[in-house]
């Protein structure tokens, strides 16, 4: 998305608290070639799958609330039985819906989300720990029915059909359309396109569909990464991003930045540069991984053990 890539060049540019480390970018890169890394499959076991048009509907409502997942400062962190498993994060959001849908709950019915309770919302989620902003999460569903019913007869696939197989246009109507997905910061009176759960969309259909169908999209190597919290994690372990002293002490205290801080907009702009900069860079070494891939690829090495000796940045936000 060229909106994204020329607005997060231009932050990296001028970032004053973080950094793009080339020599040790050069040196991932190399090694992701060297190991031959596969991209990671979608995720079968903890997504839901139903009729095509279920299956779809489902990702939207997924993706709608799928952020901010660590607890609130003296607070236990969320988790849901799931099977034999205990789950926390994203997986745990995953298979909770999984489980109502499984169960006989409406969750892909647009009608369903509009007139959500907050009650109801909380047993879905089966909430054991501190998930935070739940009534934000109640909001983005609630208008995820809303903007269904108005625009789209209800249906999460007519909005999808209206991209018209492009992943980049998908992830713009999205975020045109649900306030909760328009994920755009100001820096030095400028606007950054981030658009993260917008474009998470147009690859979970991607995903889950294998390409094909309401997934097969014309685009896909003009997405971006996706500017969360566990990929400048990774990052940072790996030593392509450095952060200030003074940021990376407050980072490794816990200390909240607040969303849309000059701070926060260059962790989040200088992560989905140094993955375009990581995509070039495999490339030209014969590499033709996209953007999204080497995200995935970032984002499961961030489930590792050792890629957590650093903390992640902590912001409050529905953005990611």
């Not at 799958?49 to 709608?64: H, I, K």
């Not at 994920?183 to 690859?203: E, N, S």
């Not at 372990?237 to 002293?245: A, D, E, F, K, S």
């Not at 890629?307 to 953005?319: D, G, L, Q």
Request: aromatic content about 12%; overall charge neutral; glycine content about 6%.
């Amino acid at each position: 998305m060229f909106e994204v890539l020329e607005s997060v060049k231009r932050v990296a540019k001028g970032s004053q608290w973080v950094s793009i480390d080339k020599v040790a970018l050069n040196r991932f890169s190399h090694d992701l070639v060297s190991r031959d890394t596969e991209i990671p499959p979608w995720e079968d076991q903890y997504h839901f799958s139903g009729t095509r048009q279920e299956t779809l509907a489902y990702l939207l409502v997924l993706d709608s609330i799928n952020f901010c997942f660590w607890p609130a400062p003296g607070k236990a962190k969320w988790e849901i039985q799931y099977r034999a498993e205990s789950l926390s994060g994203y997986y745990a959001l995953a298979a909770a819906l999984k489980r109502a849908a499984q169960s006989g709950t409406p969750i892909t019915s647009a009608q369903y989300w509009a007139d959500l309770s907050l009650d109801t919302l909380t047993r879905i989620l089966g909430q054991k720990g501190d998930l935070q902003l739940l009534e934000q999460r109640l909001e983005n569903l609630r208008e995820v029915g809303r903007v269904l019913l108005t625009h789209y007869e209800g249906e999460a696939y007519q909005l999808v059909e209206a991209a018209h197989g492009s992943a980049v246009e998908l992830a713009r109507l999205v975020a045109r359309r649900f306030a909760s997905f328009r994920d755009v910061a100001q820096y030095k009176g400028t606007p950054v396109f981030f658009y993260k759960r917008a474009q998470i969309l147009a690859a979970d259909l991607y995903g889950a569909f294998g390409g094909r169908g309401w997934g097969r999209f014309t685009d896909m190597d003009a997405l971006t990464a996706f500017a969360d919290y566990k990929l400048p994690q990774v990052l940072r372990h790996i030593g392509v991003l450095r952060y200030t002293g003074d940021l990376s002490e407050r980072v490794d205290r816990g200390v909240l930045l607040e969303p849309g801080s000059p701070e926060e907009v260059e962790i989040r702009a200088n992560t989905l540069w140094a993955v375009e900069l990581i995509r070039r860079e495999l490339r030209d070494l014969g590499n033709n991984l996209r953007a999204f891939e080497i995200d995935w690829i970032l984002w499961n090495l961030g489930q590792e053990e050792r890629f957590r000796a650093k903390p992640y940045h902590r912001s409050v936000t529905i953005f990611y």
